[in-house]
């Protein structure tokens, strides 16, 4: 598919894909190990949790006891965190299911770190084999959101617009820098403009025919000879005021960010005051303050 896969180690950003990358989340060893699964993505069954599929023996219930207490906190549809923590990562292993299906694609996900090493290509059957032993019913114990499995990164982004406003820093920033910003968003423009030369181009041919005695072919063609002026000025202005607005949202939150972490750490950035450590606790080193005379006084 001609998509260089990425690395990334969030699991909302799996099997998300734009701008020729799709990124791909490493599977873990643990769950590969048939113990993490019995004690910690086993439901057990108490609370009136609708996911549960295994019960547990009384030993193990008495050992678990007071981390099962933690996890059955239900959610609206009356499944606790067990059980959507086990849906989530049965949907992250049928994933790969679909990425690793020949001893090609193995190689490829080892090389890139995306499976254990430690596992070869034989074990990964077997454990696809147990993964799928009940096919028809694999869609009924896995999250809603690996259903379906690829996901485009500029509708997400889209929706995180309209969701949350057009300052939203949306589900990944596609640019790094406002000149790729205006370097994307120019193209459209020149692509645009492009479109109207050849537009223009005709009208102009056909100002030279029995169009031209047309009085609605000419109102047309002044409407759109004015908007081809004024279409690519006003996008372009468009686009370096929503940078502007970018940039002092962006300065503003920054801003913000560094008086909280400030306080946090009980310094400021200035070079004026440097103080560390906790206030109060005497540990640390001890406040510095620039002197008059420019040296630094203890």
């Known amino acids: 598919m001609n998509r260089e896969p990425i690395v990334t180690e969030k699991l909302e950003q799996h099997l998300v894909w734009g701008g020729g990358r799709v990124f791909l989340k490493p599977v873990s060893k643990f769950l590969f190990t048939r113990e993490f699964w019995t004690r910690e993505l086993t439901c057990k069954g108490e609370g009136g949790c609708r996911g549960a599929v295994v019960a547990l023996s009384d030993g193990e219930r008495e050992r678990d006891r007071e981390a099962n207490d933690k996890a059955q906190k239900k959610d609206d549809a009356g499944v606790c965190k067990r059980c959507e923590s086990r849906q989530a990562a049965l949907g992250f292993l049928f994933s790969y299911v679909g990425l690793v299906q020949r001893e090609s694609d193995f190689d490829l996900a080892t090389v890139k770190g995306l499976l254990p090493r430690e596992v070869t290509w034989d074990q990964w059957r077997l454990f696809v084999d147990e993964l799928l ?16 499995g ?17 300052l939203s820093l949306g589900f990944m920033a596609i640019w790094t820098s406002y000149r790729q910003f205006v370097v994307q968003n120019g193209a459209w423009v020149i692509g645009g403009t492009a479109w109207i030369v050849v537009v223009l181009s005709g009208m102009q041919v056909g100002l030279d025919t ?23 000025i006003s996008a372009m202005v468009l686009i370096f ?44 080193m001890e406040t510095l303050r620039r002197g008059r005379t420019g040296d630094m006084e203890v």
């Open 133 to 148: 032993a009940s096919p028809d019913a694999i869609y009924k114990n896995i999250a809603i959101r690996f259903i379906y």
């Open 150 to 166: 690829e996901l485009r990164l500029n509708r997400l982004n889209l929706i995180y617009m309209f969701t949350r406003g057009p």
């Open 210 to 232: 029995a169009l031209g005695e047309e009085e609605a072919f000419k109102r047309a063609s002044y409407g759109f000879a004015v908007f081809s002026i004024l279409g690519p």
């Open 241 to 284: 005021t929503y940078m502007v607005v970018l940039f002092v949202w962006n300065l503003v939150r920054t801003r913000r960010f560094e008086v909280q972490r400030s306080q946090r750490l009980g310094r400021t950035w200035s070079g004026l005051h440097l103080e560390t450590g906790r206030s109060g606790t005497g540990t640390g």
